[in-house]
């Protein structure tokens, strides 16, 4: 039997080596669909080497989430079936299947379904790296160790970039195989990776296999340490929420994930609004073939406007990666109970991959038909999105210690808290009907849990400190929080 290792930051190093797939599939596509050998190879015009049609191209590019939507929906009945552990691992065998078809295309057809295929990887590990990392990490750093997903998506796109930059000096089909067939690496190392990694607790749970649902408990919290209290706590909590059917990285556990949200959405709005506004008004036509021959590229400008713009792009980017990015992967996980939550995740990542199929597919197109009139769409789409995060999505103020213990309202939230608390903040009888406890009365438990646990780890110093008597005093401690 393969040695398993329980350090918390191993395991999400490993698993989100599936998100890593999602950016080089990215830059794969992105880096070289303006190359001459892809251009040239998949020509479908009359003029050479001006490549796909815009919207055969939106085609490609979508074929990739459209894979993934299907495989989204999919993947909470496989994990739920075959455990998060060996559902990442079939993720991982599938990205293989797609790369060596992607690499090997002779035609536009063979590249979409290989594209398809790696979109079916995708979606199964969009969904499942969350869940899995969700259900191993402590509740003080599950926030930053889910939005490593993000994290390790961002570092596809950089390294899959520089490898499609490098070998864009090749000639020929080659400038476009070589990537291709290089994204089957990390694929590789995932797959293998994970044989090393316990499964979910929580799915063991679900499964009766109560004694290697402890002993994952013991390798992850208790560090070894069986009698440690934080482990009986957490299984029992498992077991009670189970009987009753309830069962940015540096930042994102210190306030909570509603705020980083609304920050991010209403940044995002606002460079996209100002990308709209420049090139409406310094912008001009280039022409119907677009610039340097790019039709996609619609709109032209110089100077100052254009170091605008470029500049507008980058702070989008560095609003999105620090706020929606990871928490996008985060929240999800947290909000449902144990018995749906592969299920549940899955359904909300395929709607993540549903819009970036449409994204895919009709951007292209938008760009060449109303210009810079795409951003303006976008930017409502984030005016919305600030709205709906600020009425509808339960998270956090930041962590007070002032907070009236008195004051039921303060408590639910989900950075710091433990998966089966999350259910109860949704089920408050003193909340609105549907919905629970409002959006803007929730704050952050982050500093309790994180407090919970040092107190855990000064418990193994000496046998004094794991005495019954230590034991009552940290339960005592707890429900004291939770009043």
């Known amino acids: 039997m393969v040695k398993q290792y329980g350090n918390i930051y191993l395991i999400a190093g490993i698993s989100v080596i599936g998100g890593a797939l999602f950016g080089f599939d990215i830059s794969s596509m992105s880096a070289i669909i303006a190359g001459k050998g892809y251009l040239c190879y998949f020509n479908q015009g009359d ?5 796909p049609r815009s919207e055969v191209q939106g085609g490609i590019t979508a074929s990739m989430a459209g894979g993934s939507w299907l495989a989204s929906l999919c993947s909470g009945f496989l994990a739920d079936r075959i455990g998060r552990k060996k559902a990442i691992m079939t993720a991982a065998v599938i990205w293989v299947i797609g790369s060596i078809i992607v690499s090997a295309s002779q035609n536009i057809a063979m590249l979409i379904v290989g594209r398809v295929i790696n979109g079916f990887s995708v979606g199964i590990a969009s969904a499942q790296v969350p869940v899995y990392i969700t259900e191993l990490a402590p509740p003080a750093k599950r926030g930053r160790l889910v939005g490593m997903q993000q994290w390790a998506i961002t570092w596809g796109i950089l390294i899959m970039f520089f490898i499609s930059y490098g070998c ?3 000639n020929g089909p080659t400038a476009f195989r070589v990537p291709w067939a ?11 990776g994970m044989m ?3 499964e979910s607790p929580r799915w063991l749970a679900t499964k009766n296999r109560w004694e290697e649902c402890e002993q994952v408990l013991v390798l992850t919290l208790g560090k070894g340490e069986s009698n440690s209290p934080l482990v009986a706590d957490e299984l029992k909590d498992i077991k009670e929420w189970l009987e009753i059917e309830l069962p ?17 959405s209403t940044f995002m709005m606002i460079w996209l609004f100002a990308n709209a506004g420049l090139l409406a008004t310094y912008g001009t036509d280039p022409g119907p073939n677009g610039v340097g021959g790019i039709k996609e590229a619609s709109v032209e400008v110089s100077g100052a406007a254009s170091k605008a713009v470029i ?7 560095a609003s999105f990666a620090p706020t929606w990015g990871p928490v996008s992967w985060i929240y999800p996980p947290e909000l449902y109970p144990n018995k749906i939550r592969s299920k549940a995740v899955a359904l ?12 895919g597919y009709f951007v292209p197109i938008a760009f060449v038909t109303i210009k810079w009139k795409t951003y303006v769409i976008f930017g409502v789409f984030c005016l919305a999105m600030t709205i709906h995060v600020f009425f509808l999505f339960v998270s956090s103020a930041s962590d007070r210690d002032e907070i009236n213990p008195a004051d039921n309202s303060s408590q639910p939230e989900t950075a710091g808290k433990r998966l089966e608390d999350v259910t109860a903040m949704f089920e408050d009888p003193h909340g609105i009907k549907y919905i629970g406890t409002p959006a803007w009365k929730t704050r952050s438990a982050t500093s309790r849990a994180s407090r919970l646990e040092h107190e855990e ?16 005093k940290y339960d005592e401690n707890e429900k004291k929080e939770n009043v």
């Open 457 to 472: 780890g000064g418990m193994h110093s000496s046998d004094e400190d794991s005495s019954p008597e230590r034991k009552e």
């Open 311 to 317: 500049a507008c792009s980058y702070l989008f980017v």
């Open 182 to 192: 290089l994204q089957m690496i990390p694929a590789i190392i995932l797959f293998f």
């Open 168 to 170: 864009s000096f090749l």
């Open 348 to 359: 909300a990542t395929s709607g993540n991959w549903a819009f970036n199929f449409a994204l």
């Open 47 to 51: 003029e050479p080497c001006l490549g």
């Open 248 to 264: 940015a990285l540096l930042f994102v556990d210190k306030i909570g994930r509603r705020p980083t949200l609304l920050f991010g």
């Open 196 to 198: 090393i990694l316990p």
